[in-house]
């Protein structure tokens, strides 16, 4: 929403770069008030043997699945503004589809830290990966007079699945890996960098609505790759032994 409204008004974009900087910044202060554990040299030392233990095919699926979504969250979320304009939108009211989808996203995070603890997250994983994929391409292959309410709902419904990739990942081995949620942190970072490398070329080619359905797709891979998961994820033997 910010970016749109520095952009309607002519100004030069790279103050938005500028708002994104002062952002960071703020998070920096915050960070001040924060105690985190010690790690590596400086964590306390045990006479308990460390034991190590293999990931499993589990971790491969949740790293496939970070990646995916965050190149399909931010490749699909990038272009929404220049398709919207192509169906006859003012740059306004692009801004405001985007800045809807964060709303509903950040309410969504909220709303999702409570009621994740009734559920299996692997099911309801599943579940919030298959209901984005079909809210998004009922956004892409939808009208404008039904736009707005198709993003809102893709934003909540897809506001949890990222942490809960994360979270199943350091459920993958009894004792929780910084390791192995590092690799699965890592591969949603390539997604980032990825992201205008692989839709750039492909809004060149065929527009923006195609970028938004390569979108649809990579959504559509992380439905699959969270099912899968549900035959080697090991998260529900680990829980069972932490409850004993």
Not at 18 to 23: D, E, F, M, P, R
Not at 205 to 210: D, E, K, Y
Request: glycine share 8%; aromatic share 14%.
């Amino acid at each position: 929403m910010i970016a749109a409204f520095l952009l309607a008004r002519s100004i030069e974009w790279y103050w938005v770069y500028a708002c994104i900087g002062l952002v960071y910044v703020a998070i920096f202060i915050l960070t001040f008030g924060c105690e985190f554990p010690a790690l590596g040299k400086h964590a306390p030392k045990t006479d308990a043997p460390v034991e190590k233990e293999k990931w499993g095919i589990g971790v491969l699926f949740l790293s496939v699945a970070a990646l995916c979504y965050i190149l399909g969250q931010l490749g699909f979320i990038s272009w929404v503004p220049e398709y919207a304009k192509g169906l006859g939108m003012s740059l306004n009211d692009a801004g405001t589809l985007v800045s809807n989808f964060w709303m509903s996203y950040m309410v969504g995070m909220w709303a999702f830290s409570f009621i994740l603890r009734f559920f299996d997250l692997q099911r309801i994983l599943t579940v919030l990966a298959g209901l984005a994929a079909i809210l998004m391409y009922v956004f892409n292959t939808g009208t404008p007079a039904h736009m707005a309410w198709s993003i809102l709902a893709l934003g909540f419904f897809s506001s949890a699945i990222y942490t809960t990739i994360i979270t199943l990942g350091s459920q993958q081995t009894k004792v929780p890996s910084p390791k192995l949620v590092n690799f699965v942190l890592t591969c949603g970072t390539i997604g980032t960098m990825l992201t205008f490398v692989v839709t750039g070329p492909i809004v060149e080619h065929s527009g923006p609505q195609a970028a938004l359905l390569t979108a649809n797709g990579l959504y559509a891979v992380v439905f699959v790759m969270c099912f899968l998961l549900g035959f080697v994820s090991r998260h529900r033997q680990h829980n069972t032994l932490t409850s004993h």
